[in-house]
């Protein structure tokens, strides 16, 4: 079992970069960390992950060239940045964790974050 705690996020201004942290509790190194983001309505939409050793990521096409996923086992931590950030950003971010290291739909993923409001301001 894991629990994830994330931090970071608010308001940021068009052009800013994001940093999310996901620290964790528990059998931290034995799971693939994803992230994800959703908007009022909308089901969760994966934004990429990394899997349980830290050396493999696994990115969405449609942010892929403005994203990067790390984790650091010893401290039990996992770290989003998004660069270039648009008004379109605006969601609830999450880290979640799953087993498989392709697992892409948040279904797949077992334990999830409180969650965090990003609002991006053109």
């Known amino acids: 079992q894991v629990q994830l705690v994330q931090s970071g996020g608010g308001l940021v201004e068009a052009g800013d970069s994001l940093s999310l942290s996901c620290g964790a509790s528990?059998?931290?190194?034995?799971?693939?960390i994803g992230w994800f983001r959703q908007t009022p309505g909308n089901k969760h939409v994966f934004l990429g992950a990394?899997?349980?050793?830290?050396?493999?990521?696994n990115y969405a096409a449609f942010v892929r060239d403005r994203i990067a996923i790390s984790r650091d086992n010893t401290k039990n931590a996992a770290w989003m940045q998004m660069n270039t950030l648009k008004p379109e950003d605006t969601a609830v971010y999450y880290c979640?964790?799953?087993?498989?290291?392709?697992?892409?739909?948040?279904?797949?993923?077992?334990?999830w974050s409180q969650g965090t409001q990003v609002t991006v301001s053109s």
């Open positions: 990394i899997n349980w050793r830290g050396d493999n990521t």
């Open positions: 528990g059998r931290f190194s034995d799971y693939t």
């Open positions: 979640a964790a799953a087993w498989d290291a392709k697992a892409k739909q948040d279904h797949e993923y077992i334990y």
